[in-house]
Every structure is written in C-alpha cells, then in structure tokens.
T-cell receptor, first 116, second 115 residues
Framework: AQKVTQAQTEISVVEKEDVTLDCVYE???????LFWYKQPPSGELVFLIR??????QNEISGRYSWNFQKSTSSFNFTITASQVVDSAVYFC?????????????FGAGTQVVVTP | GAGVSQTPSNKVTEKGKYVELRCDPI?????LYWYRQSLGQGPEFLIY????????DSGLPNDRFFAVRPEGSVSTLKIQRTERGDSAVYLC?????????????FGPGTRLTVL
C-alpha cells in the first residue's frame, strides 16, 4: 500500500520567517514521483514542485526549496522569507510509475498561516 | 490560455436526488482525472480518463457514481441517489497525457452539499 503522511496540521509564522513542511511517504515501488501543491483559500490546487525518485539532488527555486531523502522516505518543503500570500494549505503527493495512469495520492495537508 | 473549469461552483441538493458535475479540461489535454476532497483532507482519486475511455475507475466509492467523457474533452461526473456523505468538493484535473511525470492542472472544484 502507498501512503503519504503530513504530520503537521497547522503552522503559524510571522512574515519573513522560514517555514518547513514535512512529508513522509510509503511505497514499495522503486521509481515514483513526488509533488507539492498549494491550495489557497480560493480552493484551486496549484502545482509547486516535482521530484522523481532517482534524483535526490535538492534544489532551490526562488523562495521554495526541498529536501528529498530516499533513505528516510521524506520529501520536505521549505518556504524562505514567508509572505502573507503564502498562507494556504500545502499538500504533498505521490505518484507511482507502475501506475500507468498517473493518479496522485495526497497527504492530509498542512495549513500555513503567515501573519504580518 | 484557459485553465480547467468546473460547473457549477456550488451545488446544494437533497438526499436521494441525482446530480451532474461538469469539467472542461485544458484544450488538447488527453488525460482527465476526478478527485474528491472532504473537509480537512487531501483530494482522493475517483476516476481517470485517457481520451474517451475510463482507464481507471478504481476510486469510485460505489455504483451510484459514474462518469463519462463522450468526445474526449468535457467530462461529467454523475451521482445517483445522493447521500449526505457525498458532500465534498469534487475536483477535476487534466494533463497533456497520462504519463507519471506530467503535471496535473486542477480546476476550482464543485462544492456539493447534500442536505
């Protein structure tokens, strides 16, 4: 069985602080893809980042960065210098390559609240 | 260009009624997904279309749920004999094809409330 766990239900920070969101996943597949999506109050899921399982290089994209560690099955996501507009629910998702149809399995989400 | 659109944005119905939810994917996208999101939870997969055919309907909770995509573009999710437990936000997503690496673009969702 596959599973995505986001243990943090809500994180509150003051603007300009960094925020790190945890994601732990379970899968028996050796090849898979991991995603982070953002869901602002408007409700529409917005794609943020994607990582495949055979590339553990961590990267930075603007204020976003991620830390993928296959050994611990973790795919953490960091927002640097948070802004009020970052307030949203963030979802981690898993997708297996053995699943030809590419459906996403989501975690329960982490609510991020950024106050001025 | 236009993103994924869903209509209606909100639907309130009574227990036992039939409802249809519509999804217009991004033009040219062959893959279309339906997900359901209950309050405080992440989206859960319902069904996937590649072109006109439902390639994977393993997420449909029971036979009251059915979806079609007759011309390979617009899709309709149909729920018969609605129950209060069907209340949720129904999300539609499309991607250029069903490959595992391709990003899925989501619509704003339809909030279904069954009284």
């Amino acid at each position: 069985a596959q599973k995505v766990t986001q243990a943090q239900t809500e994180i509150s920070v003051v603007e300009k602080e960094d925020v790190t969101l945890d994601c732990v996943y379970e899968t028996r597949d050796t090849t898979y893809y991991l995603f982070w999506y953002k869901q602002p109050p408007s409700g529409e899921l917005v794609f943020l980042i994607r990582r495949n399982s055979f590339d553990e290089q961590n990267e930075i994209s603007g204020r976003y960065s991620w830390n993928f560690q296959k050994s611990t099955s973790s795919f953490n996501f960091t927002i640097t210098a948070s802004q009020v507009v970052d307030s949203a629910v963030y979802f981690c998702a898993l997708r297996m390559t053995t699943d030809s149809w590419g459906k996403l399995q989501f975690g329960a989400g982490t609510q991020v609240v950024v106050t001025p | 260009g236009a993103g994924v659109s869903q209509t209606p944005s909100n639907k309130v119905t009574e227990k036992g009624k039939y409802v249809e939810l519509r999804c217009d994917p991004i033009s040219g996208h062959t893959a279309l997904y339906w997900y359901r999101q209950s309050l405080g939870q992440g989206p859960e997969f319902l069904i996937y279309f590649q072109g006109t055919g439902a390639a994977d309907d393993s997420g449909l909770p029971n036979d009251r749920f059915f979806a079609v995509r007759p011309e390979g573009s617009v899709s309709t999710l149909k729920i018969q004999r609605t129950e209060r437990g069907d209340s949720a936000v129904y999300l539609c997503a499309s991607s250029s094809d069903g490959g595992s690496y391709n990003e899925q673009f989501f619509g704003p969702g339809t909030r279904l409330t069954v009284l």
